[in-house]
């Protein structure tokens, strides 16, 4: 394994990717196994966040309102978005006596979500109590200050799902109160980027007029921008800089209008913000422009261009797409770079949705069966390097390289998971990194 030092890039994780929490990894045991593992940073599941915040675990702790006794939590924490001129510089003394204790650190987490037990709030999911919501943002705390203890940046917390494009006003205004509700939790957290996947919801309740998503994200990019910078760590000894929220979007491969990252990246300069950018997804953007889990031969049959009806493969076209990312977005757009692999199935899926399966087939696929990069033997078929390396190498993007896999092996409940799976998810990064 190559020594962090050496790497041209950081390592990340998805936190989902080395087991889940339904089978009983909690978040605090897989960010050790991610540590152990060698990971510069994560990103931050927001379902194993919302478990950990509900476990019994967090429930001691949360009346005792100790989160783990980090400098770089401390240093993070204070005065966290409450000055814009916050920086590296000014921040790396932050450990004096001025730093807040151990004993304190909980209640400034808290900041922004105070009020009576049971107000009526929002969480990523919809509606919640006040208390629901001040015991995420406690739990979001300790999970930084955990990562702190390990060394682990966190870089992102991740998905909000099916926020831009609702037609009717309601839906929309509280799809937007989901978003600004994650702006308190990634001040918790000590990170700056939120990531939203394009909306799975269909017509008529939602919209793929561009401009109307553009809009959606705008706006909540202008509350993050006024929400103030979050102390986001920086170097190893607690340093912070204090950065303005981003907005991360990402083309999901069965999104209901968006679902190829060329109609992201319209979304994302429909916008017109400097905080929100792109987000591109190996398995995404190849498991919908290259593969087809309904196609006996796993990729999609020879499609037709041009006026003259000009037959290419699927290898062929997806290369035009990512060849046109380096040509369109500037490297400074592509806010973060996940990266992930698959298998084929055995059998092809029904074409979905349809009357007797509600899920898109592609979503049915991506749950159970990705791979982390390079794991050939393992099936993983697509070209996942070739697209890595058009990103890196030729659109400049100079950010962590994060896995990002959904499998069904990380439904198993044994202790030992997470440990597996955070090393094949460290060797496949190794690998893709000699390959590129």
Same mark, same amino acid.
């Given at each position: #394994?190559?020594?962090?030092? !050496?790497?041209?890039?950081?390592? +990340?994780?998805?936190?989902? !990717?080395?087991?889940?929490?339904?089978?009983?990894?909690?978040?605090?045991?897989?960010?050790?196994?991610?540590?152990?593992?060698?990971?510069?940073?994560?990103?931050?599941?927001?379902?194993? *966040?919302?478990?950990?915040? +509900?476990?019994?675990? =967090?429930?001691?702790?949360?009346?005792?309102?100790?989160?783990?006794?980090?400098?770089?939590?401390?240093? &993070?924490?204070?005065?966290?978005?409450?000055?814009?001129?916050?920086?590296?510089?000014?921040?790396? +003394?932050? +450990?004096?006596?001025?730093?807040?204790?151990?004993?304190?650190? !909980?209640?400034?987490? /808290?900041?922004?979500?105070?009020?009576?037990?049971?107000?009526?709030?929002?969480?990523?999911?919809? &509606?919640?109590?006040?208390?629901? /919501?001040?015991?995420?943002?406690?739990?979001?705390?300790?999970?930084?200050?955990?990562?702190?203890?390990?060394?682990?940046?966190?870089?992102? /917390?991740?998905?909000?799902?099916?926020?831009?494009?609702?037609?009717?006003?309601?839906? &929309?205004?509280?799809?937007?109160?989901?978003?600004?509700?994650?702006?308190?939790? #990634?001040?918790?957290?000590?990170?700056?980027?939120? *990531?939203?996947?394009?909306?799975?919801?269909?017509?008529?309740?939602?919209?793929?007029?561009?401009?109307?998503?553009?809009?959606?994200?705008?706006?909540?990019?202008? %509350?993050?921008?006024? =929400?103030?910078?979050?102390?986001?760590?920086?170097?190893?000894?607690? %340093? @912070?800089?204090?950065?303005?929220?981003?907005?991360?979007?990402?083309?999901?491969?069965?999104?209901?209008? @968006?679902?190829?990252?060329?109609?992201?990246?319209?979304?994302?300069?429909?916008?017109?913000?400097?905080?929100?950018?792109?987000?591109?997804?190996? =398995?995404?953007?190849?498991?919908?422009?290259?593969?087809?889990?309904?196609?006996?031969?796993?990729?999609?049959?020879?499609?037709?261009?041009?006026?003259?009806?000009? %037959?290419?493969?699927? /290898?062929?076209?997806?290369?035009?797409?990512?060849?046109?990312?380096?040509?369109?977005?500037?490297?400074?757009?592509?806010?973060?770079?996940?990266?992930?692999?698959?298998?084929? *199935?055995?059998?092809?899926?029904?074409?979905?949705?349809?009357?007797?399966?509600? &899920?898109?087939?592609? #979503?049915?696929?991506?749950?159970?069966?990705?791979?982390?990069?390079?794991?050939?033997?393992?099936?993983?078929?697509?070209? @996942?390097?070739?697209?890595?390396?058009?990103?890196?190498?030729?659109?400049?993007?100079?950010?962590?390289?994060?896995?990002?896999? =959904?499998?069904?092996?990380?439904?198993?409940?044994?202790?030992?998971?997470?440990?597996?799976?955070?090393?094949?998810?460290?060797?496949?990064?190794?690998?893709?990194?000699?390959?590129?």
């Amino acid at each position: #394994m190559p020594s962090t030092s !050496s790497r041209s890039h950081q390592y +990340s994780i998805f936190t989902h !990717s080395v087991g889940s929490h339904l089978a009983g990894h909690s978040l605090p045991d897989k960010l050790r196994a991610i540590a152990r593992a060698g990971f510069d940073g994560v990103e931050i599941f927001q379902d194993d *966040l919302d478990a950990f915040a +509900s476990s019994e675990e =967090f429930e001691s702790i949360y009346k005792a309102s100790t989160p783990p006794d980090s400098p770089l939590q401390q240093n &993070r924490l204070l005065s966290s978005g409450a000055s814009s001129s916050s920086s590296s510089s000014s921040s790396s +003394s932050s +450990s004096s006596s001025s730093s807040p204790s151990p004993s304190t650190v !909980s209640h400034v987490a /808290l900041e922004g979500a105070q009020g009576e037990e049971e107000l009526d709030c929002f969480n990523a999911h919809g &509606r919640c109590s006040s208390r629901t /919501l001040r015991r995420e943002i406690a739990a979001a705390g300790h999970i930084a200050g955990l990562c702190g203890n390990l060394g682990l940046k966190i870089y992102s /917390l991740q998905p909000l799902r099916d926020v831009e494009g609702w037609v009717d006003e309601k839906e &929309r205004q509280e799809a937007l109160s989901r978003a600004k509700s994650r702006l308190p939790v #990634m001040k918790a957290l000590g990170t700056d980027l939120l *990531l939203i996947c394009s909306n799975n919801q269909p017509s008529p309740r939602t919209t793929g007029d561009v401009e109307r998503l553009g809009c959606d994200l705008a706006e909540i990019a202008d %509350e993050a921008s006024k =929400f103030g910078p979050v102390n986001v760590a920086v170097g190893p000894g607690g %340093e @912070v800089e204090g950065r303005v929220i981003r907005i991360g979007y990402e083309a999901l491969s069965w999104g209901a209008h @968006v679902d190829v990252w060329s109609q992201a990246w319209e979304v994302v300069k429909s916008a017109r913000r400097d905080n929100v950018g792109l987000i591109l997804d190996s =398995f995404n953007t190849l498991g919908r422009e290259y593969a087809d889990p309904c196609s006996p031969t796993g990729v999609i049959e020879t499609t037709k261009v041009g006026e003259e009806g000009e %037959e290419r493969s699927a /290898l062929e076209t997806v290369r035009a797409s990512i060849e046109k990312i380096q040509e369109v977005v500037p490297g400074e757009k592509i806010f973060f770079l996940q990266i992930g692999d698959a298998r084929k *199935l055995e059998r092809p899926l029904e074409p979905s949705p349809n009357a007797r399966e509600p &899920r898109p087939a592609r #979503m049915i696929w991506s749950r159970g069966n990705r791979l982390f990069p390079c794991e050939r033997e393992l099936g993983a078929f697509m070209p @996942v390097t070739e697209f890595v390396s058009t990103v890196v190498k030729r659109a400049g993007y100079e950010g962590p390289w994060s896995i990002e896999v =959904f499998n069904e092996s990380l439904n198993r409940s044994e202790a030992e998971v997470p440990d597996q799976h955070a090393l094949r998810a460290i060797a496949g990064l190794d690998r893709l990194s000699e390959e590129i």
